[in-house]
């Protein structure tokens, strides 16, 4: 199966700050790279995600790019807020199967 | 109606109770899956209902019984679970099964075994 990593763990930005957050995945044949939000006491929210035919998709403060080639993904958070203080899930997976999530990142914005 | 609706949001159940897990949703979406998660780490996949039919089961021990009466309800049935069972259990649903879309996730039941 897919075996994706996301890094860093923990990230601490100052508001207003950029944040990014990097994943890779190990099946080539992995076509489709959700992003989830999941907030305390809840479960997790789609925010964005990219398929393999597209390098990069941005949607007002958040943006994904895909390296496929390289094999990795990375969420761009700009103009951080603290409301955007959450945890991170990257995942990967092919049409027609099912997805497998990152480890999370835990992010934190300092008001 | 564009949400996953779960109930209980809080279960405490002893090691020899049975109880039921709902999960609900009007999307008309026909995948429909279940996920346990532990603290600090993401979601694991348990199971997957394909036109209420089970596709996939990721090797759950038999105390954990999904059932899925109709398309828009999805239970987990719970028997003899034993404490290290405790966890956030998760349902999600999408339009169909390994749709290219995400899946809208519910808000979970936390479950406590003592």
């Known amino acids: 199966g897919e075996n994706v990593e996301q890094h860093p763990s923990t990230l601490s930005v100052q508001e207003g700050d950029s944040a990014v957050i990097k994943c890779t995945y190990s099946d080539s044949a992995s076509n489709y790279f959700p992003w989830y939000k999941q907030e305390l006491g809840k479960g997790p929210q789609l925010i964005i995600d990219?398929?393999?035919?597209?390098g990069e998709k941005k949607d007002q403060r958040i943006a994904v790019t895909l390296n496929k080639t390289a094999k990795h993904f990375s969420l761009h958070i700009t103009e951080t807020q603290p409301e955007d203080s959450a945890v991170y899930f990257c995942?990967?997976?092919?049409?027609?199967?099912?997805?497998?999530f990152g480890t999370g990142t835990s992010l934190t914005v300092i008001p | 109606d564009t949400e996953v609706t779960q109930t209980p949001k809080h279960l405490v159940m002893g090691m020899t109770n049975k109880k039921s897990l709902k999960c609900e949703q009007h999307m008309g979406h026909r995948a429909m899956y279940w996920y346990k998660q532990k603290a600090k780490k993401p979601p694991e996949l348990m199971f997957v209902y394909s036109y209420e039919k089970l596709s996939i089961n990721e090797s759950v021990p038999s105390r954990f019984s999904p059932e899925c009466p109709n398309s828009s309800l999805l239970n987990l049935h719970l028997h003899a679970l034993q404490p290290e069972d405790s966890a956030l259990y998760l349902c999600?649903?999408?339009?169909?099964?390994?749709?290219?879309?995400?899946?809208?996730f519910g808000s979970g039941t936390r479950l406590t075994v003592v």
């Open positions: 995942a990967a997976g092919r049409t027609g199967n099912q997805f497998y």
């Open positions: 999600a649903s999408s339009q169909v099964p390994g749709a290219v879309n995400g899946y809208t």
């Open positions: 990219i398929r393999s035919n597209v």
